[in-house]
C-alpha cells in the first residue's frame, strides 16, 4: 500500500511541466525546406504548437570546384534548414547532435526572447538530442546559428540558417520566394586551390576571407542551379547573412526592390537598390521581374562578388519588354569634339605593330589586361559560373577562326567550355585586326593553350565572316 | 656461482616485470606551474608531480578489464553508469573492433572503474591540460599562427573516422606522450569542473553561459581556440555519456 | 527520543533493503555502493534512502551566499505541502566538500539556517563519492583557489527508487513546480 503511495507520487512527478493555464493548441511539425527553397506561407489563423526537428552534423563537402571543406552544419547543408513559424506559436525545438560528430552544439535562434536564444538550453554532445520551446512573440526574418565556443569557429565552418516569424496576418502575396544566405570561409590557401581546405583562424581573426559565398559554396545558384522567375512575376528573396565577419551590401544587378523589409523587421521600405545585411542579420527583398534576361546577384562591396565567389543568378524568363528595356539600339563610333577625325580604326593603325611573334604575344599581353582580364582574369581561369576559362579552353583551341569572331564580334547563348555549360554575353570588343591578332596570339600561347601564332591578315578575314551563331 | 645465478634469476623477474610494464607504459609528469585556463584570476597553480599514461586505454586493455569485471560487459551495463551506446563499436561482450585503436564510447563511471581496477585513477583537469602543453608554455598567449594550435585544429575540425586509428602512430610531447591531440578526446576526473549554465539558474554562482553561448569574458585567452574546444565538448558531458571520440588515460601519483 | 526515532526507522529499511535493492532500476542513484555520514556522526548507504521521494541539493557549509538561498527555497517547498504528502517526502542536502564537512559542522548548519529535524538528512562523505554522485546527476561545481566553491544551484527529485525525476536549476521554479508535482 504505502509503495503504492510513492509509485503514484513519482508518476505525478514525471507528468511534463505545465506552460501555465493555456488554450489547447494544434500541434504541428514544421515542414522544413533547404536553401533555396522556402516553406508555404502558413495558412492558419491561430497560433499552434510547432515542433522543429534539426540535426547538426560535420561533413566534407564542396566550396568551389576541387575545394573541398569541413562543414559543421545544422541539418547536413550550408545554410541549415529553414523554419517558419506564425507569431503567437509555441515553438519546441528538438536539436539532435549526430554521433558522428566531434563537438558539442547548440542553437541561438534570433526569434527567442530569452537568454542566450536557447543556446544554453540546447547545449549538445555528440549523440544527444535537447529539446526547449520558445514563444515566438515578435514578427520578422530571423538569423540562427551555433554559439557553442568558439562560437567563430562554429559559425564560420557554417553553422547558421533563417527562421521566418510570419505576422499573424502573414506576407503580401508574391508568385516566388527563395531563400538567399551570404557567408564567408576562410581557408589555408588562397581561393581556388585545389584539395581539402582547413579553416585559417589567422584570417578568420584579421577578418579577411578568401571566399564570400551564398548558399555555401561557390556556384550554388549558377548555371543549372539558378533561381528562376517568369516575367511578371513578383519575387520574395529571404536574405540571410551568417557572417561571421562581412556585413553585406546586397544588391540585385539591374533590379530595383520595390520593397525592402530592412534588417527582417516589419517596417517595408520602397524602391531601394543596395540594402545592407548586417552579419547575423536579415533583409526581406521583393521586387517584381518584368525584364527578361539573366540577372546577377551580388554583394555590392563588390571584390567579393568577382573575386571570392559572391555572385549568384536569377535567370527570368518570358517576352522581352522593349519599352522598359529596350536591348542595345545603337552602335556608333564616338569622336569627341575637338578630336582629329579619325576612325578609331585608323587610329590604332598609328600603334606599334609586331615584328615577330615574341613580340606580337608581348604586345598581346598588354592589350588582353586592357580588354579582358576583368572578366577572364589575369591566369586566364576565367569565374565558375559566370566567364569561362581561357587557360587550357578546349572551346579556344578548337577553332582559331571562331575565337577571332568570338573576339571580334562577341558571343551570346550558352556555350560549354571544358565541361561545364556558361550562358553569359561576352561583348564585341572595338579592336584592331593587329590588336586582335595580338591578344589571340598571346592567348594561344599562354596557360597550356595551343601555341598558335594569329596574323592581322587572317583577323580582317575572319572579321568578314561576321558574328558566330550560337544556339 | 651460486651468487650469480641468483643475480641471473634475479634480472629475469625485473625483467618480466619490465615487460608487463610495458604494456601500460607511463610517463612521468615533473611537479611545475601553469596558468589554468578559464579561472578569472589567472594566476599560475601548482601541479605535483604524477604518472600518467602514455597512450589513451586500448580496446585490447579495455578487454581485459571486461574479462575480468563482467558487470561491466556491454550486456551487463546498469544504465546508472552508462548510456546505451556504451562499447557501441564492439561486436560483441568480448570482441573488440580494433585492439590498437583507443577504447571509446566509454562512460566516465567505465573510464574510473577501469583506472581503479588497475591501481590508478582519472588524471584531474589541471593534471591532464598541464601535461599536455604543447609548443606554448605557462603564461604565453594563445597564438592564431600557432603551428601546434594549428594542427589541434585541424583534427578538432574533421569528422571522426570509423574505426579510430591506432594509438601512438603520431609523434609524442615533451613528456614522452602519445596523442595527447589528434586521436580523441579523454575524460578527466573532474570533468563537471566545468562552468556550465542551463541558460535557466536564477542565482547560480557560476559565470552565465561561458561556453554554451559564447562568452569569453572570463576566460584568460580568448585566442585558445583549442582549449575552449576542449572546455565546452566536457562541459557538455553527463557521466553516462558514451560518445565515438572519447577515451580517457589513466594517471598515478598524489592528486 | 526522536533520534532514536530515526535511528530505529533506518534500522527498519535496513532490513527489509536486499529485497528492495533487488527491484531497483537500472537507472537508480542507489546502485552506487556509496557510504555517507549524517549529521548525527551515523554512516549510512545511499540505498537507505530508498522509500521516500527525496528532495535533495549540493551545498557546502562554508557556503554564505547560494546554499542558504538553496534551503530556503526547501523549506518553502516543505511548507507548502499539503499535510497527506509530508510524510512521504524526506529533504537531503549532500556536501561537496567532504574535505571539510564533518557531522559537527553540519550540525551548526542545521542550527543556522532553521533546519527541520524529522524530515531532513545532512550527508557528508569523500571526494571520490561527491564526484560520482555529481557526475550522475550532471551537476557541475569546482573547487576555487579560496576554498569557496562555484556551483550551481540545483534541487533535485528522487523517486522512491532513486530515480532522478526531476531537477530545478531555477530555485523560484523549483518551488512553484515541485509543489505543484507533489500536491
Known sequence: MRSHLMLFLSAMLLLPLPAGAQEVMEEETAVVTYAPEVPPAITRKKPAKVIVKIETRELVARLADGVEYTFWTFGGTVPGPFVRVRTGDLVEVHLSNHPDSKMPHNIDLHAVTGPGGGAASTFTAPGH????????????????????????????????????????????????????????????????????????????????????????????????????????????????????????????????????????????????????????????????????????????????????????????????????????????????????????????????????????????????????????????????????????????????????????????????????????????????????????????????NAGHEITPEQVAEARKAGKVENS | MMIRGFSAAALLLLLSSCQSLDEVRTARIPQGEYVPFFDADQKPVEVRSFHLDMTPVTQSQYLEFVKKNPSWRKSKIKRLFADPDYLKNWKADEQVQSEQAPVTYVSWFAAKAYCEWRGQRLPSIREWEYAALEGKRSGERGDASNDNQAGILNWYSRPGKEPLPEVAKGARNQYGLFDMHGLVWEWVFDFNSVPKSDGRSSSSEFPEDLFCAGGTGSSGDPGDYASFMRFAFRSSLKGSYTIRDLGFRCAKGES | MKKSLLTAAFFLLAAVMPVLSAELPDNSLYQFEQEWTNQYGEKQSLESLQGKVRIFAMVYTRCTSACPLIVQAMKKIEQQLPPEAAGKIGFVLFSMDPKRDTPESLRDFVRTHGIGKDNWLLLTSNQDNVQELTAAIAFNFKEAADGVFIHQNTISVLDAKGVLVHQYPNLEDAVSEAVKGLS
Open chain 1, 129 to 448: 538530442t535537447s529539446i526547449f520551446s520558445f514563444k515566438a512573440l515578435n514578427p520578422g526574418l530571423y538569423v540562427y546559428h551555433c554559439a557553442t565556443a568558439p562560437v567563430g569557429m562554429h559559425v564560420a565552418n557554417g553553422m547558421y540558417g533563417l527562421i521566418l516569424v510570419e505576422p499573424e496576418e502573414g506576407l503580401p502575396k508574391v508568385d516566388r520566394e527563395y531563400y538567399v544566405m551570404q557567408s564567408e570561409f576562410y581557408t589555408k590557401d588562397k581561393y581556388g586551390t585545389a584539395g581539402l581546405q582547413p579553416f585559417d583562424m589567422e584570417k578568420a581573426l584579421k577578418e579577411q576571407p578568401d571566399y564570400v559565398v551564398f548558399n555555401g559554396s561557390v556556384g550554388a545558384l549558377s548555371g543549372d542551379a539558378a533561381l528562376q522567375a517568369n516575367v511578371g512575376e513578383k519575387i520574395r528573396l529571404y536574405v540571410g547573412n551568417g557572417g561571421p565577419n562581412l556585413v553585406s551590401s546586397f544588391h540585385v544587378i539591374g533590379e530595383i526592390f520595390d520593397k525592402v523589409y530592412g534588417e527582417g523587421g516589419t517596417a517595408a521600405s520602397d524602391n531601394i537598390q543596395t540594402t545592407l545585411v548586417p552579419a547575423g542579420g536579415s533583409a526581406i527583398t521583393d521586387f517584381k521581374v518584368d525584364v527578361p534576361g539573366t540577372y546577377i546577384i551580388v554583394d555590392h562591396s563588390i571584390f567579393r562578388a568577382f573575386n571570392k565567389g559572391a555572385v549568384a543568378q536569377l535567370k527570368v524568363s518570358g517576352p522581352e519588354n522593349k519599352e522598359i528595356y529596350s536591348g542595345k539600339i545603337g552602335d556608333e563610333v564616338y569622336l569627341p569634339e575637338g578630336s582629329t577625325l579619325q576612325s578609331i580604326f585608323q587610329e590604332s593603325s598609328s600603334r606599334p605593330s609586331a615584328s615577330s611573334k615574341e613580340e606580337r604575344i608581348k604586345l598581346g599581353e598588354s592589350a588582353y589586361k586592357t580588354n579582358c582580364m576583368a572578366c577572364h582574369q589575369s591566369g586566364g581561369q576565367g569565374i565558375p559560373s559566370a566567364f569561362p576559362p581561357l587557360a587550357g579552353s578546349d572551346f579556344l583551341n578548337a577553332d582559331p577562326n571562331r575565337a577571332i569572331r568570338v573576339l571580334l564580334h562577341g558571343l551570346s547563348g550558352p556555350v560549354k567550355v571544358n565541361g561545364e555549360t556558361y550562358d553569359s554575353v561576352m561583348p564585341a570588343l572595338q579592336l584592331a585586326d593587329e590588336e586582335a591578332a595580338n591578344i589571340l596570339t598571346y592567348l594561344y600561347n599562354s596557360w597550356g
